[in-house]
Every structure is written in structure tokens, then in C-alpha cells.
T-cell receptor
Framework: EPEVTQTPSHQVTQMGQEVILRCVPI?????FYWYRQILGQKVEFLVS????????KSEIFDDQFSVERPDGSNFTLKIRSTKLEDSAMYFC???????????FGSGTRLTVV | AQSVTQLGSHVSVSEGALVLLRCNYS??????LFWYVQYPNQGLQLLLK??????LVKGINGFEAEFKKSETSFHLTKPSAHMSDAAEYFC????????????FGTGTRLQVTL
């Protein structure tokens, strides 16, 4: 069964550093998403991406965040200057159409120290 | 706008007993409804979904859920719990016919005891 692949599974970074979280969506999917889950809390939407542009973003997704699909297969989330409160599990998801369910990746646990 | 309320952050059942996890939603448009399961240190796995058609939907691992529009509910059930069902369960909603975001509930941790 096709999978959404996320790397790395766990990343530790110092506060103020830039991080890039990587995702390989399912190959024929057109819609891509990032969600995050702070430890013990619910899963929160960050951003959706379609046709090489952001289609929706949450208030969490401020200027420190950016997304990119650099080569037609990868989908990345960049955090420019990490804060302690960015520590969370980040999930990538993809969908073949907007009107369907998602497939989530297994997540990247980001720890900011 | 959509929202989800999951009643009970922790539910404990005996092995073999009925599992009932409650989910109520609010949506300004016809909803699509989902249940996801998260095992420790793992990602989100889709259990089942309701989009249109039959209101009783069956998912993986013997789970099912019924969409009740009049009650704005989408409760998850399983007739007989197994130890391997112990996990966190999330209900989620999105607007039908759009590429809009999923809105998740706060989750219910299911514990299964012998």
C-alpha cells in the first residue's frame, strides 16, 4: 500500500536554528498538508498546498514557517528560527483530490532545546 | 467552520467488552467525518470515514461508526475489545466537497484490561 514517507523520524535542534522537515507524498496525490501535535494535545492544522501554492494556512503558520515542493516529489516544511514551543510531532499528509481522505506519514518528532 | 468534541479523554474497557468512543461535531456545511487511530510513537492511521451514502460505515479492525445528523454525532464502536486496540483515537471533521483542513478532536485514549 502506498505510503507517505517522512524524514527524519526525530530531530533535535537548538533554539534559533533553522530546520527542514521532509516528506515524500504518495506519487499521484495532488494535495499536501502539514499538521502538528504538541505532546499530549490534539492534532492541529498548519497548512495545505495545491498546484504549487498554499491554499490555506492556520494562524500558527506565521512568517517563521514556509513550505516548498522543490522537485515534484518532496514536500518540505521549513521553520526559520525555531522556538522551544515549536517542539512537537509534525505530520505530513497527502490526498489524491481535495474531496477525499488523507494519508498521513508517521511523523517527525522535533525537539527544540 | 467545523469543530469536534470527544467526550471522555480516557476510556477503559475489559477485553471482550463493547467499545464506545463518542464524537460530536459542528459544521456549517455537510460534513465529512473521520476516525483515526494513533498507536504509541506512531502516525495517524485512518480507521474509517463517512462522506456520503450509507450512514453506518465499517472500518478496519472491526470498528464501525454511525453518522447521525439529527444528533450531530459520529460515535465509534467495536463489539468486542482486544488488547491490541489500546491506542489514542481521534475524531475529525472537514467540510464536504472542499479541500479544507481536517479539524481534530482532543482524542480519547482507550485502555483495554484483562
Amino acid at each position: 500500500e502506498p505510503e507517505v514517507t517522512q524524514t527524519p523520524s526525530h530531530q533535535v535542534t537548538q533554539m534559533g536554528q533553522e530546520v527542514i522537515l521532509r516528506c515524500v507524498p504518495i506519487s499521484n496525490h495532488l494535495y499536501f498538508y502539514w499538521y502538528r501535535q504538541i505532546l499530549g494535545q490534539k492534532v492541529e492544522f498548519l497548512v495545505s498546498f495545491y498546484n504549487n501554492e498554499i491554499s490555506e494556512k492556520s494562524e500558527i503558520f506565521d512568517d517563521q514557517f514556509s513550505v516548498e515542493r522543490p522537485d515534484g516529489s518532496n514536500f518540505t516544511l521549513k521553520i526559520r528560527s525555531t522556538k522551544l514551543e515549536d517542539s512537537a510531532m509534525y505530520f505530513c499528509a497527502s490526498s489524491p483530490t481535495g474531496d477525499y481522505g488523507y494519508t498521513f506519514g508517521s511523523g517527525t518528532r522535533l525537539t527544540v532545546v | 467552520a467545523q469543530s469536534v468534541t470527544q467526550l471522555g479523554s480516557h476510556v477503559s474497557v475489559s477485553e471482550g467488552a463493547l467499545v464506545l468512543l463518542r464524537c460530536n461535531y459542528s459544521s456549517s456545511v455537510p460534513p465529512y467525518l473521520f476516525w483515526y487511530v494513533q498507536y504509541p510513537n506512531q502516525g495517524l492511521q485512518l480507521l474509517l470515514k463517512y462522506t456520503t451514502g450509507a450512514t453506518l460505515v465499517k472500518g478496519i479492525n472491526g470498528f464501525e461508526a454511525e453518522f447521525k445528523k439529527s444528533e450531530t454525532s459520529f460515535h465509534l464502536t467495536k463489539p468486542s475489545a482486544h488488547m491490541s486496540d489500546a491506542a489514542e483515537y481521534f475524531c475529525a471533521v472537514r467540510g464536504a466537497g472542499t479541500a479544507s483542513k481536517l479539524t481534530f478532536g482532543t482524542g480519547t485514549r482507550l485502555q483495554v484490561t484483562l
